[in-house]
């Protein structure tokens, strides 16, 4: 069963640093063909894509995280991470991975996974001011 599972994630003050990380199993190509991505959403807003590292470890962030938040990816490639520092209220949403075989990183940061990708489950971040 194809699948992305996150972990990390909770509350923290502003200023300071969480790290999620997505596992991925079962997916039905060759890891090294996937990209994997971050999104978010915030009640009431619209699905943000946060950062992407594509199949050739290039990387694309939006620029409201730049600077703050890193994605890196295992060795093996199951599994992505997103460093998340000097958190400010602002960011507190639910956070998502993603994955696609078929799109490079900015094509998945802005678009979100295609029918052949897969999503996590969320994982709820919470920055207090």
């Known amino acids: 069963q194809e699948q992305l599972v996150q972990s990390g994630g909770g509350s923290v003050q502003a200023g300071g640093s969480l790290r999620l990380s997505c596992a991925a199993s079962g997916l039905p190509h060759n890891i090294s063909s996937y990209s994997m991505g971050w999104f978010r959403q915030a009640p009431g807003k619209e699905r943000e894509g946060l950062v992407s590292?594509?199949?050739?470890?290039?990387?694309d962030y939006a620029d409201s995280v730049k600077g703050r938040f890193t994605i890196s990816r295992s060795s093996d490639k199951y599994t992505v991470y997103l460093q998340m520092d000097n958190l400010q209220p602002e960011d507190t949403a639910t956070y998502y991975c993603?994955?696609?075989?078929?799109?490079?990183?900015?094509?998945?940061?802005?678009?979100?996974?295609?029918?052949?990708?897969?999503w996590g489950q969320g994982t709820q971040v919470t920055v207090s001011s």
């Open positions: 993603a994955a696609d075989p078929g799109l490079f990183a900015k094509a998945l940061r802005i678009l979100g996974p295609g029918p052949y990708g897969d």
């Open positions: 590292i594509g199949r050739d470890a290039t990387t």
